[in-house]
């Protein structure tokens, strides 16, 4: 009997974890593959086109691309890592942040409607292979092993007893949480904003098709909040781009701090 | 017969979904809370003196986003549970 209604299509079934596995497009390539190939094309053609011809009075392109290269550098690189030593990392820091930022934009731009980082592997291969190797390295080439797992392991001002209790949650923090985290903070947001964007257009339309007369004009309420939400996704997506670069600037610079 | 067969299937109905959305909600209210100490510090300490407000909001989103993940964090166990 349950069965029977289920086929017939007139109980709601919500979106779920399976609307992210999404068929193939050919062989084994899916959707969120394509796109992230062309985000780095959108990235790399933005800012080769609008630094091809520079000029003192930046036009408007030029100015848009300085914009994002002067907030990567001064608000996110400088402020994190400190005005000493944070050159060598702005290529990589405005370039994660563009990078998250085009991808995560996805998920509101119509056609694609797909934010590549809503699949757990992109952000945790960032977050393992990117930045946790990054952060790590240049502390070690700064102070040395030794030196470097002293800095982050044993923070001064603290009374020696209390070593015990706070190495080992500085351990588990800094060398295995943080990457999971970063990955997770920037995947679980854009999974949650696409899956209420999927409630609400979906709900929309089960009302319009399959509800009682009288229910059916409430799926314009629906679809009036989904558009709501991909206003307030399209702000979500900016700031975990943002947040992204933003804590891998923070993790160099605590990497490269002297004594913290 | 068919009554039998019904509660047989009731009794085996998967819970886990509806009890991982309560845990979810559950767990989501110290994030919220925590969220909301924090822009409510920046939003007093703005108040009082403007002038600091960029140096505020620097130090607000990242102790926003230790906070906040601690919510995104039950989202994915969620979801975890509710398949199991």
Redesign the interface.
């Known amino acids: 009997m ?1 069965r029977l209604v289920l086929a017939e299509g007139d109980v709601f079934s919500p979106p779920g ?1 399976k609307d992210f596995f999404l068929p193939p497009i050919f062989g084994d390539v899916t959707k969120p593959m394509v796109l992230l190939v062309l985000s780095v094309i959108i990235v790399s053609a933005f800012f080769l086109i609008t630094s091809r011809n520079l000029k003192i009075v930046p036009g408007r392109w030029q100015f848009a691309a300085e914009s994002v290269y002067d907030f990567g550098r001064n ?1 996110i690189a400088r ?2 890592i400190g005005s000493k030593e944070f050159k060598p990392f702005v290529p990589l820091i405005l370039s994660l942040f563009t990078f998250i930022l085009v991808n995560n934009l996805f998920g509101v731009i119509p056609i694609f409607q797909f934010p590549t980082m809503a699949r757990i592997s992109f952000p945790l291969a960032l977050a393992i292979l990117v930045v946790y190797p990054v952060y790590h390295f240049v502390g070690i080439k700064k102070f040395g092993l030794g030196g470097y797992l002293k800095n982050q392991l044993f923070p001064p001002g603290v009374p020696t007893p209390v070593y015990v209790l706070l190495t080992p949650i500085e351990l588990f923090l800094k060398f295995f949480m943080d990457p999971i ?1 970063l990955a ?2 920037v ?3 854009m ?2 904003g696409h899956l209420i964007l999927l409630v609400f257009t979906l709900g929309g339309e089960f009302l319009l098709l399959h509800a009682a007369a009288p229910l059916k004009p409430v799926s314009l309420v629906a679809w009036a909040f989904a558009i709501a939400m991909t206003f307030l996704e399209a702000f979500i997506q900016i700031l975990q781009a ?2 992204f670069a ?2 891998t600037a ?1 993790f160099i610079g605590r990497a490269l701090a002297e004594d913290h | 017969m068919s009554s039998v067969l019904l509660a047989q ?1 009731a009794a085996t109905t998967n819970l886990n979904a509806g009890l991982a959305a309560i845990g979810y909600g559950l767990g989501a209210i110290g994030p919220g809370i925590g969220v909301g100490l924090i822009w409510a510090a920046v939003i007093n300490g703005t108040a009082r003196q403007p002038e600091a407000q960029s140096k505020l909001m ?1 130090i607000a ?2 102790t926003f ?1 230790l906070v ?2 601690l919510a ?2 039950g ?2 166990v969620y ?1 975890i549970a509710s ?1 199991a």
Request: negative net charge.
């Open positions: 349950g974890v608000n402020d994190q985290t997770i903070r995947f679980a947001a999974f949650a943002y947040i933003l804590l923070s | 299937e620097s989103w990242t986003v906040e993940v995104l964090i989202l994915v979801f398949t």
